[in-house]
């Protein structure tokens, strides 16, 4: 798979897509990332990516001439997602990954200051995403997140492919609680069905036990996982038992 990134500071990419499991991945030719800087396709001596907003106003907007050239050129002909990381756009979920990772190249437009021309996004932006709720400097971490989690999702990337299948939001729940070595650590000990050489009872323990941590954290998400009959039955006993638990110790009114 491709990543192409277009950015104005492309050396923010060194460390982070140079290390563990992406470097390797590049090395062993599963992914490819390419970084272009945006001042490469722009006309002026000064090399000017941004000017003040039409109508006033704070900040800088990114210029609509370097980024279209940028996006055409980098792109060519190839018919492939060009996503602008912006506050604006659509929420980065494990789904998304998911849908992003089904093709065989990405690009991915940093915005940077307060925005990019509009232009650019009715011109050759064909999706915007967010990675959350709260605002960075620039797109460049965020894009950095999307490679990540895209590239985890390739074949290969992981080593072992059940690696992503049980991750956190990849079933729809929160993983289950881990453990390794030492057996007994300050009085904590791991739970003995882990040790148990029963595969099935393993299985099932950390079913329940991503049903309970996501019902306890993330309770959102299970209007839209894919839940069992069994999963229901055992979500309704941990509600029984908080209902039976604030009976108890309420104060007699």
């Not at 945006?38 to 000017?48: E, G, N, S, V």
């Not at 990019?116 to 894009?143: H, K, M, N, P, Y």
């Not at 390739?154 to 881990?178: F, I, K, M, R």
Request: hydrophobic content about 35%.
């Amino acid at each position: 798979m491709r990543f192409d990134i277009l950015t104005l500071f492309p050396a923010m990419f060194e460390g982070p897509m140079t290390e563990s499991i992406l470097k390797r991945a590049q090395d062993n030719d599963l992914i490819q990332v390419h970084y272009h800087d945006i001042r490469d396709y722009t006309t002026d001596k000064h090399k000017t990516t941004d000017e003040p907003p039409a109508g006033g106003g704070g900040g800088m907007v990114m210029k609509v001439e370097p980024l279209v050239s940028a996006i055409e050129s980098v792109r060519g002909e190839d018919d492939c997602p060009v996503i602008l990381t912006s506050a604006q756009g659509r929420t980065f979920t494990q789904a998304v990954a998911k849908e992003l990772a089904q093709y065989s190249r990405i690009l991915i437009v940093c915005g940077r200051y307060e925005g990019v021309d509009e232009r650019v996004i009715q011109l050759a932006i064909t999706d915007e995403i967010s990675i959350g709720d709260f605002v960075l400097t620039g797109g460049e971490l965020a894009a950095m997140v999307m490679v990540d989690a895209i590239s985890r999702l390739v074949p290969g990337v992981l080593g072992a492919q059940w690696g992503a299948e049980d991750d956190s939001h990849a079933t729809g729940l929160l993983e289950y609680p881990q453990y390794t070595r030492p057996p007994e650590f300050r009085g904590l000990s791991i739970p003995e069905v882990l040790t148990s050489g029963n595969h099935q009872a393993v299985e099932k323990w950390r079913r329940q036990q991503s049903l309970r941590r996501t019902w306890q954290r993330r309770p959102d998400l299970l209007q839209t996982a894919p839940l069992t009959d069994k999963d229901r039955w055992f979500l309704a006993e941990l509600a029984q038992e908080e209902r039976e638990y604030y009976v108890g110790t309420s104060p007699d009114l």
